[in-house]
C-alpha cells in the first residue's frame, strides 16, 4: 500500500490543509488501519434536511437522576442496544440491600459521579470519578455507596470485554497537549465512521469540538452519516494548545436501536446543528 494523491491536497494528512477547504477522513476499522482523505470545498455536514430516524442524535442522561423515585437504591436505564452491546445509566442512590450476578455478559461501569467501592466475589475495588471497573460475567457483586447520588455509564456486552468485546470497543477521549504545529488541524476531522455506530459519553471538560455539549450527555452518530466540528469550532480551536475533554467512546459493529424511553431526554434538532451558525 503506498500513498497515492490527486488534486489540491496538503502534503500530510491534517496539516497544512489548503485554504478554503474542509478534510473528511474515511476509515473501516474503527479509528484503526488504512484510511484516505477528501478534501472539500463545503462541509460534509451541511446537510439542510434529514428524513426518517438514522440521523445523528444528543441526549440529557444526567436528567434521568432527576427522575430517579425513591426508595429505590438503583436504577438501571437502558438506553439503547445491539447485538455487540448494551448501553445503560445506573443510578446508585444508596448501598445495595442484595448482591447480584450478570449471567448474559460482562458489565463495564464508567464513574461520572459519585464515591464508593464494589463489594465483589474478589473482593472490594474503590471507585472514584473517571474511573472503569469491569465486572466479569458471572461475578457477584454489589455497590457501596459512600455519599450519593453515584451515576454511571454502564456497557454490557456479551462477549469478554478487553477494552475490545466482538464487535464493540471502548476507547477514551483523555485531556492531552494539542498539535503545536501552527498548520496542523487542531478539531476532530469530519469523517464518517463506515462500519461502526459511535457513541460518546461526555464525562467531563469542555468539548470544544461541539456546541452546546454539557457533562453527563450522549451522542449517537450512525454509521455511515458524516460528523465532526461545529461550525466555528475550527476557528475557536486555533488558538487552542490543551483540551481537558474527558470522553467515553462505544463503537459498535451492529446498529444500535434507541429506547423509546430515551426520547424524554433527547436534545432535539441536534442533526442540524451542523448547519447553524
Ligand atoms: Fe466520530
Redo the contacts with the bound molecule.
Keep these: 500500500m503506498y500513498l497515492n494523491k490527486k488534486g489540491k491536497v496538503p502534503n500530510q494528512a491534517h496539516v497544512g490543509i489548503p485554504e478554503g477547504l474542509c478534510e473528511e477522513e474515511h476509515g473501516r476499522e474503527g479509528?484503526a488501519g488504512p484510511v484516505s482523505h477528501l478534501y472539500r470545498t463545503h462541509p460534509p455536514t451541511g446537510w439542510v434536511k434529514i428524513e426518517g430516524p438514522l440521523k445523528p442524535r444528543a441526549f440529557a442522561c444526567a436528567q434521568f437522576s432527576m427522575k430517579l423515585t425513591p426508595p429505590s437504591t438503583a436504577r438501571q436505564i437502558l438506553m439503547m442496544q445491539s447485538q455487540d452491546a448494551s448501553l445503560y445509566v445506573s443510578i446508585h442512590t444508596a448501598t445495595m440491600v442484595h448482591f447480584i450476578r450478570n449471567a448474559d455478559g460482562d458489565e463495564t461501569y464508567f464513574v461520572h459521579q459519585g464515591t464508593g467501592r464494589f463489594e465483589t466475589d474478589y473482593g472490594t475495588l474503590p471507585y472514584e470519578p473517571g474511573d472503569y471497573v469491569v465486572i466479569p460475567k458471572g461475578t457477584t457483586y454489589r455497590t457501596h455507596v459512600d455519599a450519593g447520588p453515584s451515576f454511571f455509564f454502564l456497557i454490557e456486552t456479551p462477549e469478554a470485554i478487553m477494552f475490545r468485546a466482538g464487535g464493540c470497543l471502548i476507547s477514551t477521549f483523555a485531556p492531552r497537549p494539542l498539535e503545536s504545529d501552527p498548520e496542523a488541524l487542531r478539531v476532530?476531522f469530519y469523517?464518517r465512521?463506515t462500519d461502526y455506530d459511535?457513541v460518546?459519553f461526555y464525562h467531563e471538560g469542555e468539548f470544544f469540538s461541539r456546541a452546546g455539549i454539557q457533562p453527563g450527555m450522549l451522542t449517537l452518530?450512525p454509521q455511515g452519516i458524516h460528523?465532526?466540528p461545529q461550525p466555528n469550532a475550527v476557528q475557536a480551536a486555533k488558538g487552542k494548545t490543551y483540551t481537558n475533554e474527558v470522553a467515553v467512546?462505544v463503537e459498535s459493529k451492529t446498529p444500535f436501536i434507541v429506547k423509546p424511553e430515551m426520547e424524554t431526554v433527547e436534545i432535539k434538532d441536534y442533526a442540524m446543528s451542523w448547519s447553524r451558525r
Design positions: 479509528f476532530p469523517h465512521n459511535e460518546l452518530h460528523h465532526g467512546m
